[in-house]
């Protein structure tokens, strides 16, 4: 402290200085209007600089909350509107629809992600106290991500759409040709749509949708595009590449979309003894 007051007393000659400064300003700005209104648009303008820098550093760091919350607000809309498909061009839209009071969704971040296995999984930050549960469908703003495998309290896991044991129903959009779509373990952006009949007429370019013939996700959401067509070794079916909508590895959000009826249909198709694909 002695210290401390021995420094301060050797500048004081300087800090009296400052003093009388900051006086002879205070006179200046006071009792001169020119002076004065020069002063105080100086200083607003520079306290507003700085109180703009920072509420854009405050607004920075709270982006993971604002994300959160857009997130969780966009499944509440999801939940009232079933995901549909505009006839006239390739903009998907919500509209009001019965089925959609049988589907749920939620919200969640991806925390980690695999994408070079010929199984790849996912984790979500969302778990069985959000609601998750095994055998929902994953997507999110571009398309189909993959199907959930298991949940813990907190996180779950989720099996990708890049996962060779994977098949999602999905059809041609503008045709109505139904097939499967499972990855091949090559490139993660490219697919193939299986059991699709050499008959039938596909071309470069046509839009790959979910079905909705499963339980798992609604009609209508976004697979990718078929990218090319040949004449299969299996003399019964195309060989069908398609590029898929989603990018895994720029993935950072998701919507889970769980079927409030599948357990019903699950029963149905146990007493008739019909295997649903799911």
Known sequence: MQ????????????LLFVFLEAIAIWLIVSY???????FFNSSNKFSGKVLTAQKNVSEYFSLADVNARLLDTNAELLTELEIRRKPADSA???????LAANFDFKGAKVI???IRLSQNHLTINKGSRHGIKPGMGVFNGEGVVGRVK?????????????HTE???SS???????????KWDGVSPRFAKMLYVPRHVKVAEGDNIVTSGYNAVFPEGIQVGVISEVKQGSDTNYLDITV???TDFTKISYVYLVENTVEAELDSLYSISGIKNEQ
């Open 166 to 168: 994977l098949l999602v």
């Open 32 to 38: 001169n209007s020119q002076q004065g209104s020069a």
């Open 112 to 114: 980690n992600n695999s």
């Open 92 to 98: 998907y839209v919500f509209v009001d629809s019965t």
């Open 171 to 181: 059809k041609v959009d503008s045709s109505e040709v139904f097939g499967s779509i």
């Open 243 to 245: 590029e898929l909508a």
């Open 150 to 162: 298991g949940v813990s309290t907190n996180f779950a896991t989720v099996i990708s759409l890049l």
């Open 3 to 14: 210290r401390i007051l021995l420094f301060l007393y050797s500048l004081r000659a300087f």
